[in-house]
Nanobody, 124 residues
Framework: QVQLVESGGGLVQAGGSLRLSCAAS????????MGWFRQAPGKEREFVST????????AHADSVKGRFTISRDNAKNTVYLQMNSLKPEDTAVYYC?????????????????WGQGTQVTVSS
């Protein structure tokens, strides 16, 4: 079993930055693909960013490309999401997820473990 705990969310003004962290425990996630997803009120959960197990390959949703960066530190069993130039439409609960296997994925159904989420609110 893998437990995932997100942190770093909060309230920020438009144009500001936040860095989310996802700390894994129970098992090393160095051989897991990892992803970030978000869910805004009244909307379905959507893909944000993903990273391969070795950190070489990443992908981002078009809506965050150029503003968000995903990274990981396997020695710390932690994945990060650096969010810059935040917009009000980025407001959502952000979830970290882990999938068995080395590859990244933008499909939520391919993920085996999920965190509880952290709230990000961007004011205009």
């Amino acid at each position: 079993q893998v437990q995932l705990v997100e942190s770093g969310g909060g309230l920020v003004q438009a144009g500001g930055s936040l860095r989310l962290s996802c700390a894994a425990s129970g098992r090393t996630v160095s051989r897991y693909g990892m992803g970030w997803f978000r869910q805004a009120p009244g909307k379905e959960r959507e893909f944000v960013s993903t990273i391969s197990s070795n950190g070489v390959y990443t992908a981002h949703a078009d809506s965050v490309k150029g503003r968000f960066t995903i990274s990981r530190d396997n020695a710390k069993n932690t994945v990060y999401l650096q969010m810059n130039s935040l917009k009000p439409e980025d407001t959502a609960v952000y979830y970290c997820a882990a999938r068995r296997g080395l590859a990244m994925s933008s499909w939520s159904y391919e993920y085996d473990y999920w965190g509880q989420g952290t709230q990000v609110t961007v004011s205009s």
